[in-house]
């Protein structure tokens, strides 16, 4: 086989991997306080098993520690038959998992006396494994993997004339945001771009603010600065810039104005306007999380769209529709 011949390998799946499953489970209750209008409110629990998770090399190839199979030596590299190793044995493990719990909240409106309206809130906790950033420690990459609040409200007005208004908001909180050291291998797994010690994956816009990022950076510039990582490695002092923030809220309003022309019964002609964003919000996203480039950790890099569309630059189009 190639992994006899080369010594290496990655991308290899484990012999007894299992089906990846879900669990799902809610349980809601709901108030209809007119003819029209109904809120619901549900508390859902979804549960994810046996996810993929990424790549790790098994064979601790680049640790500190080195190889777990020996290091090939002379024509040991060539002998097929040898048992030795000459780089990575990499390995998509299935033990990534996440769970979802959520309070979603929603009030409905049905078209009614030329209205109808939809909101809709959810207060989530979505927690899991999605990548390795210690290949010594797999779960260390478990944290938060999306906002903890998400609203939008959509709605249809009816104007005089026969035009028609509608529009939809969405809203969302910051994104969990990690702190990382680039190119330093801190914990000599053999793989860089670590978690800053004293933090947690995800950990940041959630249980941590700004106060506890610089006291995790002050007690790493005292305990690790200075010093050699475990590869030999300078670890150089973190300065932080004097302005950073952890990523951005989300919010977008987009509207549409309307007018249906109806010719026979059989045909009908729609003329539209729309608006995306309109209050223009900037959605900056892309915030670098690499606290040894100092000019570049905390700031935005783009927005959440750069093109056309709900959340991107403001923009209007204009359109028309033909049914028969």
Same mark, same amino acid.
């Given at each position: ?23 799902? !489970? ?26 993929? !998770?990424?790549?790790?090399? /098994? ?15 002379? @024509? ?23 769970? $979802? ?20 809130? !959810? ?8 990548? &390795? ?6 779960? !260390? ?21 026969? /035009? ?16 990382? @050291? ?18 947690? $994956? ?17 007690? /790493? ?35 549409? @104005? ?8 059989? $045909?009908? &002609? ?21 606290? @040894? ?14 093109? /056309? ?14 049914? &028969?």
């Amino acid at each position: 086989r190639n992994v006899d011949k080369f010594k290496s390998a990655d991308q290899l799946l484990p012999s007894n991997y299992p089906m990846p499953y879900s669990e799902h !489970a809610s349980i809601g209750v709901q108030h209809q306080f007119s003819s029209n209008m109904v809120l619901d409110a549900d508390f859902v629990f979804k549960q994810f098993i046996h996810q993929d !998770a990424g790549d790790v090399d /098994f064979n601790h190839y680049n640790s500190v520690q080195g190889p777990v199979i020996p290091q090939c030596v002379g @024509l040991q590299a060539l002998d097929p038959a040898a048992h030795c190793s000459n780089g990575i044995f990499g390995v998509r493990p299935p033990v990534g998992r996440s769970h $979802y719990k959520g309070l979603l909240v929603k009030l409905n409106k049905r078209f009614a006396d030329k209205a109808m309206v939809m909101a809709a809130y !959810a207060l989530q906790s979505n927690v899991g494994l999605s990548e &390795f950033v210690d290949e010594n420690n797999w779960f !260390a990459g478990w944290g938060n993997l999306s906002p903890r609040h998400v609203l939008n409200v959509s709605g249809i007005v009816g104007l005089p004339w026969g /035009f028609r208004a509608s529009f939809i908001s969405q809203i969302s909180s910051k994104p969990p945001f990690t702190a990382r @050291l680039g190119s330093l291998d801190i914990n000599g797994d053999g793989t860089t771009n670590d978690l800053l010690p004293g933090t947690t $994956y995800g950990e940041f816009n959630f249980s941590g603010g700004k106060s506890k990022l610089v006291s995790a950076v002050n007690q /790493f510039n005292q305990t690790y600065a200075g010093h050699l990582s475990p590869l030999g490695v300078p670890i150089p002092q973190i300065v932080l810039p004097s302005n950073f923030n952890f990523g951005d809220n989300f919010s977008s309003q987009d509207l549409r @104005l309307s007018r249906v022309f109806k010719f026979r019964e059989r $045909y009908e &002609f729609t003329a539209f306007g729309e608006v995306f964003n309109l209050f223009n919000f900037a959605n900056l996203s892309g915030y670098s999380n690499n606290l @040894l480039e100092t000019s570049l950790f905390g700031q935005p890099t783009q927005r959440v769209d750069q093109v /056309f569309g709900s959340g991107g630059p403001r923009a209007f189009q204009v359109g028309a529709r033909f049914e &028969f």
